[in-house]
């Protein structure tokens, strides 16, 4: 056979040979169909088994990076370690660097110089006390400490402290400033806007402060049933006298003590003496009515001024 021949053949059975191929295909897609269907036919337990027996390719899952959390360090108030610093610092002189207080301040505020008051002045303060802690920026503070004399005069310093470590290290950073003290802020009006006249009320609570504050008598007998209080002790005081009775409730007024279960919130003025002195005490109480009596169902401390329940 002649090549040019050979050569026209070939090209012929190209296409003919990719026709067939084609044809292969869709007959594979055919049964495959037909396949499905007749599962489908057969129910749900053969449809099971044949996508069990079709090869799958799992593709692992790629683990999720784990996200970054950070959890801001609290920080300790550095106030009691400026109050510590100041102290030291006012009863200390430059003139003799080796005292103990002097030494505490160079400890506490290695960069910081001493004062250097003079002779026979009166400069150390009689109590030394904190009263402002302000975080500036990052782990700098500036702390307020008032320094009160025994003449009564207060003097207010500013004092720069650097805290590290998240509140396990602190260091005073500079001199402190004298600077103006805080400004005194509107007290809120009092919730306790109800006079309480002399009564049940008022006697149960003179007699449970007697017993409170006096020991005379158990506090338990002036209590709701499932209150727990003890009485100071010892017993700081021989007399106290109730002054004043103010509540929020218009119930603690009354004439008479009303239903069982009113609870009302009161306000009580007691003037304790002793050897010492008349002193004025202010307290907080909740009573409840039961049986035709007022007891004491919580003794609070501070003052409630939304006469909201507490």
Known sequence: MSPGKQASQSEAAAPMAAGARLEAMRRRVRLSRLAVWTVIAAGPVALCVAVASTPTTVQAATPATPTAVRTAAATADPGGYAQLFLSAWLRSSANDATTAQARLAQSLAPDVELPDPATGAQSKPQSVTAVRSAQRTGDAWSVTVAAQCADGSVRYYAVPVAAGGAGSSFTVTGAPGVVAGPARAEAPKSSYGVTVPEGDLSSAVGEFFAAYLTGAGEVDRY????????????????????????????????????????????????????????????????????????????????????????
């Not at 709701?224 to 409730?249: H, K």
């Not at 307290?283 to 039961?290: C, F, G, H, P, T």
């Not at 003794?299 to 507490?310: H, K």
């Open 223 to 310: 209590l709701a049933p499932g209150v727990s209080l003890s009485a100071v002790s010892p017993a700081p005081y021989p007399s106290v006298a109730v002054q004043q009775i103010s509540a929020v409730e218009e119930a603690a007024a009354a004439e008479q003590v009303p239903a069982d279960g009113t609870k009302v919130r009161v306000l009580v003025q007691v003037e304790a003496r002793d050897p010492g002195g008349r002193w004025p005490l202010a307290y907080e109480l909740a009573l409840k009515a039961r049986s035709g009596r007022w007891e004491v169902a919580a003794l609070e401390s501070g003052t409630a001024q939304d006469g909201g329940a507490r």
